[in-house]
Nanobody
Framework: QVQLVESGGGLVQPGGSLRLSCVAS????????MSWYRQAPGKQRELVAA???????NYAASVKGRFTISRDNTKKVVSLQMNSLKPGDPAVYYC?????????WGQGTQVTVSV
């Protein structure tokens, strides 16, 4: 089992920045993929960014160039630096750990973008 705890959400003005963090505990084995997803009201959950054990990353087109995902394998933390936040970014952001066809989710953290 894997437990994930997110933090760092909040309210920010358009153009502002937030940094989300997710601490993983439990059976953290490699290789694995750690990702951030988001879900806005009335919409499906979508992949925002992912980081793999080999160091590679991938991003949704809507956030590329604005968001940066990083991981610290020693501390078992994955972070998402979000810059230039837009009105389309507000959602509940979820951390995901995936390995061997099994995925685990955190409880989510709310990101709100408003003047």
């Amino acid at each position: 089992q894997v437990q994930l705890v997110e933090s760092g959400g909040g309210l920010v003005q358009p153009g502002g920045s937030l940094r989300l963090s997710c601490v993983a505990s439990g059976s953290i084995l490699s290789p694995n993929t750690m990702s951030w997803y988001r879900q806005a009201p009335g919409k499906q959950r979508e992949l925002v960014a992912a980081t793999h054990s080999d160091g590679s990353t991938n991003y949704a087109a809507s956030v590329k160039g604005r968001f940066t995902i990083s991981r610290d394998n020693t501390k078992k933390v994955v972070s998402l630096q979000m810059n230039s936040l837009k009105p389309g970014d507000p959602a509940v952001y979820y951390c995901n750990f995936h390995r061997c066809y099994r995925g685990f989710w955190g409880q989510g953290t709310q990101v709100t973008v408003s003047v």
